[in-house]
T-cell receptor, first 112, second 114 residues
């Protein structure tokens, strides 16, 4: 089945230790999104890619970076995680011009 | 400021009842509207989308849209305990290069008790 896969499902890191979360998709969608969702809050868009074009949200901290080496894969890098970065990170995909987004299962990040 | 507001709940209904979830949005030009269900600790799952004014039915779920009032709702008929989850309203407020950009509400937590 075509799908969006996030790895790992759970990630524990130390304060200030860089961490990378990954997302892959078999849907062949052009657009990939990264959201941060904290408890009882709405998913917050961090950035998204239209193909290779990177679109950063104005309020996304510089601590968050992303890479998309090819259509199938997208990575979220947190350079120096703080306690406030503990959250669920969601990857989603869509077609260009399509507005139905397909979510992966998410990665739960804990920062110690 | 583009915003999506939902009644925060929690909403509690007995099994078999109708659950009504409401959402308002700020961008009058929005064209597409979504309801996602999110179980605790899981990712959002799309359950309904609607583009035109009026009602759209899918099984026990009915989405209702009123663009003039900037209001969208979700009705769940014959509610089941398995419907207990947080329901997220999302609105596409993107334009041009940000087409497809969804704005989410904070969600309404629904509990269906046996």
């Amino acid at each position: 089945d075509a799908m969006v896969i996030q790895n790992p499902r759970y990630q524990v890191t130390q304060f200030g230790k860089p961490v990378t979360l990954s997302c892959s998709q078999t849907l062949n969608h052009n657009v990939m999104y990264w959201y941060q969702q904290k408890s009882s809050q709405a998913p917050k868009l961090l950035f998204h890619y239209y193909d290779k074009d990177f679109n950063n949200e104005a309020d996304t901290p510089d601590n968050f970076q992303s890479r998309r080496p090819n259509t199938s894969f997208c990575f979220l890098d947190i350079r120096s995680p703080g306690l406030g970065d503990a959250a669920m990170y969601l990857c989603a995909t869509s077609t260009i011009g399509g507005d139905i987004q397909y979510f992966g299962a998410g990665t739960r990040l804990s920062v110690l | 400021q583009k915003e999506v507001e939902q009644n925060s709940g929690p909403l509690s209904v007995p099994e078999g009842a109708i659950a009504s979830l409401n959402c308002t949005y700020s961008d009058r030009g929005s064209q597409s509207f979504f309801w996602y269900r999110q179980y605790s600790g899981k990712s959002p799952e799309l359950i309904m989308f609607i583009y035109s004014n009026g009602d759209k039915e899918d099984g026990r779920f009915t989405a209702q849209l009123n663009k003039a009032s900037q209001y969208v709702s979700l009705l769940i008929r014959d509610s089941q305990p398995s419907d207990s989850a947080t329901y997220l309203c999302a609105v596409n407020m993107g334009r041009g290069s940000t087409l497809g950009r969804l704005y989410f509400g904070r969600g309404t937590q629904l509990t269906v008790w046996p």
